[in-house]
Nanobody
Framework: QVQLVESGGGLVQAGGSLRLSCAAS????????MGWFRQAPGKEREFVAA????????LYADSVKGRFTISRDNAKNTVYLQMNSLKPEDTAVYYC????????????????????WGQGTQVTVSS
């Protein structure tokens, strides 16, 4: 079992930055694909970014490409999401997710392929 805890959310003005962290416990995540998803009120959960176990493949949603950066520090058992140039439409609860099966990288655009999920952290971007 892997437990994931997100942190770093908060209230920020448009154009600002936040860095989200996802700390894992229970098992080392070095062999896990890690992803970030978000869910705004009244909307479905949507893919934000993912990084494969090796870090060799990194995926981004078109809406965040060029603004957000996903990274991992396996020594700290932590994954990060650096969010720059934030927009009001980035407002959502952000969730961290993990999967150990080393599926084809394209699978990790989809929430259904992740086994472990955190509880989420709220990000609010004011205009």
């Amino acid at each position: 079992q892997v437990q994931l805890v997100e942190s770093g959310g908060g209230l920020v003005q448009a154009g600002g930055s936040l860095r989200l962290s996802c700390a894992a416990s229970g098992r080392a995540i070095s062999a896990y694909a890690m992803g970030w998803f978000r869910q705004a009120p009244g909307k479905e959960r949507e893919f934000v970014a993912a990084i494969t176990w090796s870090g060799g493949v990194i995926l981004y949603a078109d809406s965040v490409k060029g603004r957000f950066t996903i990274s991992r520090d396996n020594a700290k058992n932590t994954v990060y999401l650096q969010m720059n140039s934030l927009k009001p439409e980035d407002t959502a609860v952000y969730y961290c997710a993990a999967d150990a099966r080393q599926l084809h990288s394209s699978s990790y655009y989809y929430a259904k392929f992740y086994v472990y999920w955190g509880q989420g952290t709220q990000v609010t971007v004011s205009s």
